[in-house]
């Protein structure tokens, strides 16, 4: 496109839907109210920088390309990545941009590099769709699942040691009421206990 004219009609055409959108946003902000603030940030450097080498756009940023930063940065550790995913819906979310990052593929390809596995208190048929949901949701499940298996078995133990407790306490208990009957027996007879 090397016509100046035909620039300038697509800028104009650009700049009236941007101006649309954010009519748009205004609208809606009136109706329910602003979004919650969600703190301040720019996209990480380093996703800005790949996004350049590779030709697409950082913001708005498309969920497949998300994704495939992840898996191409697969040797960062899990939690480098899941906040430079965070903060990338965060920049979304501030604009009034879906988050691209909510589902698949951005979150499928968290869970390739780190697995995690679907709560054992979801429904056997429910547990494929568990990556589908966003990483750090997946993340809150799971650690939700952990701490509510650990407090039942603990409260299992608790249960266990009781129990052995009231069989201690029952048998010393019979024991002593057995020597009481004993000691009365003997008594009856008038002798002394052995």
């Known amino acids: 496109m090397s016509s100046p004219v035909l620039k300038a009609l697509v800028n104009a ?21 602003p979004p919650v603030d969600l ?6 450097a ?4 790949w996004c350049k080498q590779k030709g697409v756009a950082s913001l708005p940023a498309r969920p497949a390309s998300i ?9 960062l550790e ?6 430079m995913v965070v903060e ?5 979310v501030r604009r009034g941009q879906a988050d691209p990052t909510s589902g698949y593929p951005v979150s499928a390809a968290l869970n390739h590099l780190a697995k995690i596995e679907a709560p054992l208190s979801w429904p056997k048929a429910k547990r494929p769709h568990f990556s589908d949901l966003p990483y750090d949701v997946q993340q809150y499940l799971s650690l939700c699942d952990k701490d509510q298996t ?30 009481d009957r004993a000691d009365q027996g003997n008594s009856d007879r008038g002798g002394r206990p052995d």
């Open 13 to 33: 055409e650009l700049e009236e839907a941007e101006h649309h959108a954010r009519s748009i946003s205004a609208a809606v902000a009136r109706q329910i109210g």
């Open 39 to 44: 703190g301040h940030g720019n996209l990480p």
């Open 46 to 49: 380093e996703f800005v920088a």
């Open 67 to 75: 994704a495939l930063f992840v898996l191409e940065r697969g040797h």
């Open 78 to 83: 899990i939690h480098d990545l899941a906040r």
């Open 88 to 92: 990338i819906s965060r920049c979304h």
């Open 150 to 179: 650990r407090a039942i078995k603990r409260a299992q133990q608790e249960a266990a040691d009781a129990r052995k407790k009231l069989k201690e306490i029952e048998g010393k208990n019979v024991e002593a009421e057995d020597a």
